[in-house]
Antibody, heavy 120, light 111 residues
Framework: EVQLVESGGGLVQPGRSLRLSCVAS????????MHWVRQAPGEGLEWVSG????????AYADSVKGRFTISRDAAKNSLYLQMNSLRPEDTALYYC?????????????WGQGTTVTVSS | NFMLTQPHSVSESPGKTVTISCTRS????????VQWYQQRPGSAPTTVIY?????PSGVPNRFSGSIDRSSNSASLTISGLKTEDEADYYC??????????FGGGTKLTVL
């Protein structure tokens, strides 16, 4: 079964850091670009960051550029998101998503999400 | 960078047809494929349309996608509406190898 499982969310004070992880299983992790997408409470989906299969191409939303860093570890079938200088507006459910097999520019598998709450 | 704009909400009766638009702010809508996702409360999104008009296996043919160059928009049309279609719908495109863009989402109410 193709699966993505996120972890690492929690309650954190503004200005602090948090590292999210996403473990992939059921597919060849190395073959696919991966993404982080977040959803603030009651709001829509917001793409956060993406990384190519070989980590050569990396991109960030303007809202997180300079504060968040995406990375991946093929040996551990894992995707990461290092989040620094967190702000209350970063509060959201963070999804890990896999680039689709049939349509590279979309996403066909999503995790269940991990919740990040930034509050003092 | 560009933005994708969707109506905040639409509503229609069971059995009817509804269309949700997704307007690209700059650049051609035809230049980059558009996907559509359905998200039910408490669940992760699932794809209903990819590459403008293709349906993943398992998605009923009541769902269709199209693009309109004149309005620089993509559209998701759902015919024969069912109560189970009530959900949030998001369009999504891209502007580089790994940079993605989502529309703001449309809440579909089937009443």
């Amino acid at each position: 079964e193709v699966q993505l499982v996120e972890s690492g969310g929690g309650l954190v004070q503004p200005g602090r850091s948090l590292r999210l992880s996403c473990v992939a299983s059921g597919f060849t992790f190395d073959d696919y670009a991966m993404h982080w997408v977040r959803q603030a409470p009651g709001e829509g989906l917001e793409w956060v960051s993406g990384i190519s299969w070989n980590s050569v191409d990396i991109a960030y939303a303007d809202s997180v550029k300079g504060r968040f860093t995406i990375s991946r570890d093929a040996a551990k079938n894992s995707l990461y998101l290092q989040m620094n200088s967190l702000r209350p507006e970063d509060t959201a459910l963070y999804y890990c998503a896999k680039s689709a097999r049939l349509y590279y520019y979309g996403m066909d598998v999503w995790g269940q999400g991990t919740t990040v709450t930034v509050s003092s | 960078n560009f933005m994708l704009t969707q109506p905040h909400s639409v509503s229609e009766s069971p059995g009817k047809t509804v269309t949700i638009s997704c307007t690209r702010s700059s650049g051609s809508i035809a230049g980059n494929y558009v996907q559509w996702y359905q998200q039910r409360p408490g669940s992760a999104p699932t794809t209903v349309i990819y590459e403008d008009k293709k349906r993943p296996s398992g998605v009923p043919n009541r769902f269709s996608g199209s693009i309109d160059r004149s309005s620089n928009s993509a559209s998701l049309t759902i015919s024969g509406l069912k109560t189970e279609d009530e959900a949030d719908y998001y369009c999504q495109s891209y502007d580089s190898n790994v940079h993605r863009v989502f529309g703001g989402g449309t809440k579909l109410t089937v009443l």
